[in-house]
């Protein structure tokens, strides 16, 4: 019963990620952007992420966009983040990573690497 609870919460919660990024890169499609915004992955170190309940994760989800917002959506802009055992990794556009750090500084998230996306590659780049 434990087990099915637990892999029930960390459905839960990926559902809640998934819904939130999702409403997140919908709003952020609306939003005119300066071709100059960036693509970069941020890597976090977070023990215990993994375990974080739905509660948690909107939490740190709300803090975000609160900081987003006073930032402007024409500087920075969640994407949508990946939620693993002791870390999160989230995607963001922004003019420069200078931005990224400072979001992270701002709303108390660590940032343990910050990577500049050059290329986006998937199956359909095969064709």
Not at 35 to 58: C, H, S, W
Not at 79 to 106: M, P, W
Request: contains cysteine; hydrophobic residues 40%.
């Amino acid at each position: 019963m434990k087990k099915i609870t637990k892999t029930l919460s960390l459905f839960l919660a990926g559902m809640l990620f998934t819904a939130f990024a999702f409403a997140q890169t919908t709003a952020s499609t609306k939003i005119k952007t300066d071709n100059k915004m960036k693509m970069y992955v941020i890597e976090r170190d977070i023990p215990g992420a993994g375990k974080f309940t739905p509660e948690q994760l909107k939490s740190i989800s709300q803090t975000s966009c609160s900081v987003l917002k006073e930032m402007g959506p024409q500087q920075i802009i969640w994407d949508h983040s990946y939620v693993t055992g002791d870390k999160i990794f989230c995607v963001y556009k922004a003019q420069n990573e200078e931005l990224v750090r400072e979001h992270g500084k701002k709303g108390g998230f660590p940032v343990t690497a910050v990577y500049e996306v050059k290329e986006v590659i998937s199956p359909a780049t095969a064709q």
